[in-house]
């Protein structure tokens, strides 16, 4: 007896994606999780597959030859700043960013680590402000409430003096945002672009695919990167506490990579620059901070920024602190973690105590609490507030801050952007304001936490199957 026809359609199609999953050699508990998916809820499989499984790694933002032009154009202008030597028991880590990211490591950057979001936005509509010849920005948010509305007026005004500007916003992020909201933008001159456009929501391959990066280049010569987007959250804080976020206001050398990170995107969109090259002035030393920018994503060969957290953990010797609103990270890295913690080195995790929205991601934090206590991995959860902040400090001598999360979107799947710093100065303040934190967190004590309730265990498992789509 035959199949009807609409069954053998599926069946094909079923077959066809496992093959595709197969020849992609992939790992293969991830491939025999999707095989039996696929086979045995196959309609919710094709469904899954096409927002989560789908394998973007063979895909560029922009051809490897414009990629190449912008980044000699930083080679060109800051020769004179490209780092050959580093400081001792970074070198592997700095090769690894040049060789896998195109990562120059520029010296002479003045960093300053902001982490009142209020104290950011000051000082970004001050350098606003004083723009002469473009604004460029891109954020994950850009909502529509009395903090989106006060950046957009003031991009107004520059655009109405001939300064050029662009803004990228990610669409999938902004479904919520009035789409009247940007076409005001774009009838006062701005040039306004989402980084993709999601036609229909949850049923886009791209719709798992966020640009999460946040990214300001005023005048080719100060640059803004980190956690916070724009919206009146990030300014007020949420009704049980504040909202607490990592920022940099970045000014010299490394501005110009800054500026690539952006362009990129910008092509991505379409988006034409008829004069790219005025973008990138030189920018003489104006500090003493070693700067790498690194960007990653769903169309990262190499995952780069996991294999970076990675080496920078296994390369510490006294301490490790990292903060996260999340902590889901893939088993290689907990593994580094643990053998860190392991072989003495003092490793702090701090994530939020509550979810900003949703109760799966905080759970599926907790589930990983015990694999970290069991190896003496220390674990915080900030009770002030919500915790946002994307930080990792390393022996005094290293520091990244960015976008970044511990988790599956933040390696994989969504775009991301990181400066790794190599500053004792730096790394310092970022370890002093970790132990500021650590006053308004409370400690995961193992004894308590081996006692909390079956049902919080429940929870935990529950959400961590559904960790990698959070």
């Known amino acids: 007896m035959f199949l009807p026809f609409k069954h053998v359609v599926i069946v094909i199609i079923i077959l066809g994606i496992i093959l595709v999953i197969i020849s992609e ?7 025999i999780a999707w095989c039996l998916v696929l ?17 973007n790694r063979h895909r560029r933002l922009i051809k490897d030859d414009e990629l190449n032009c912008l980044k000699n154009l930083t080679a060109e202008v800051q020769q004179k700043e490209i780092v050959t030597v580093l400081p001792h ?27 009142d979001f209020n104290s950011m936005s000051d000082q970004l509509l001050k350098d606003i402000a004083a723009a002469k010849h473009h604004i460029n920005m891109l ?5 529509d409430d009395a903090v989106g509305r006060k950046i957009a007026d003031a991009l107004k005004e520059k655009a109405k003096e001939g300064v050029q500007v662009r803004l990228i916003y990610d669409d999938a992020g902004n479904m919520m945002v009035p ?76 501005v110009s990579e800054l500026q690539t990170s952006f362009l990129t995107d910008w ?3 379409k988006g034409d620059v008829p004069d790219f090259e005025s973008m990138y002035p030189y920018n003489p030393p104006c500090g003493n901070t070693v700067m790498q920018v690194v960007t990653g994503g769903a169309m990262d060969r190499w995952n780069i920024m996991m294999q970076a957290y990675m080496t920078a953990i296994a390369g510490s010797r006294r301490y490790a602190y990292i903060q996260s609103p999340y902590f889901i990270p893939p088993e290689p890295l907990m593994r580094v973690l643990q053998n860190a ?38 674990v915080y959860l900030y009770k002030k507030g919500y915790l946002h902040a994307k930080t990792l400090v390393i022996d005094d001598s290293f520091v990244t801050i960015g976008s970044t999360n511990i988790d599956f979107r933040g390696f994989e799947q969504d775009f991301e952007i990181n400066a790794f710093m190599y500053d004792d100065v730096m790394a310092r303040q970022q370890h002093e304001i970790f132990l500021q934190d650590q006053q308004d967190c409370e400690q995961v004590i193992p004894e308590q936490w081996a006692e909390r309730p079956r049902m919080d265990r429940v929870k935990e498992s529950l959400a961590r199957i559904f960790s990698q789509v959070l």
């Open 25 to 31: 050699n992939r790992n293969p508990v991830k491939t």
């Open 39 to 55: 086979t045995f809820m196959p309609i919710l499989g094709i469904i899954l597959y096409i927002l989560f499984g789908m394998d």
């Open 89 to 115: 028991g970074h070198e592997s880590l700095s090769k690894m960013l040049v060789k896998a990211n195109k990562a120059f490591p520029l010296s002479g950057n003045n960093v300053q680590i902001i982490t």
């Open 139 to 143: 954020f994950f948010k850009f909502e």
């Open 179 to 254: 789409r009247r909201f940007y076409k005001k933008l774009k009838d006062n001159a701005i040039q306004v672009r989402p980084f993709i456009r999601i036609f229909l929501p949850l049923l886009s391959r791209d719709y798992n695919c966020r640009n999460h990066r946040k990214v300001v280049v005023i005048d080719g010569r100060i640059g803004y990167m980190g956690g916070m987007n724009i919206a009146q959250r990030y300014a007020e804080g949420l009704k049980w506490g504040i909202w607490r976020d990592t920022h940099l206001r970045i000014t010299g050398p490394a």
């Open 267 to 269: 092509r991505f969109t």
């Open 341 to 378: 913690a392991l072989s003495g080195v003092d490793v702090r995790v701090m994530i939020p105590y509550r979810g900003d929205k949703g109760i799966l991601p905080p759970w599926a934090s907790r589930s990983n609490i015990t694999d970290a206590l069991a190896a003496g991995i220390k």
